[in-house]
């Protein structure tokens, strides 16, 4: 079943907390995304953000593994989450 819209942005708001909350991940997030951490407060209600910050979670298996497991969900709910927060847009990285 896919998830909602609603429950994307749930979800994408989990993420950015325990982004937030990691001291060795969020750097290396700021830095990549160029972001600062005020962006961060001030953008955690935009779609387009949250889609960003599952953009950055889903580039490496194990953040999608400690982040699911420290939250207890499956594996593949930030992927779908961030299909449904972009729109279903794909990632094109070439």
Request: charged share 20%; glycine share 8%.
């Amino acid at each position: 079943m896919p998830i909602s819209s609603d429950s994307a942005e749930t979800l994408a708001l989990t993420a950015l907390g325990w982004l937030v909350g990691n001291d060795e991940l969020l750097p290396i997030f700021l830095g990549s995304t160029g972001a600062s951490i005020d962006d961060v407060r001030e953008r955690a209600g935009d779609r387009d953000f949250l889609a960003s910050v599952l953009d950055f979670m889903v580039l490496d298996d194990s953040w999608v593994m400690a982040f699911c497991d420290a939250n207890s969900i499956a594996y593949d709910l930030p992927a779908q989450a961030r299909g449904v927060l972009s729109g279903g847009a794909e990632i094109h990285w070439t």
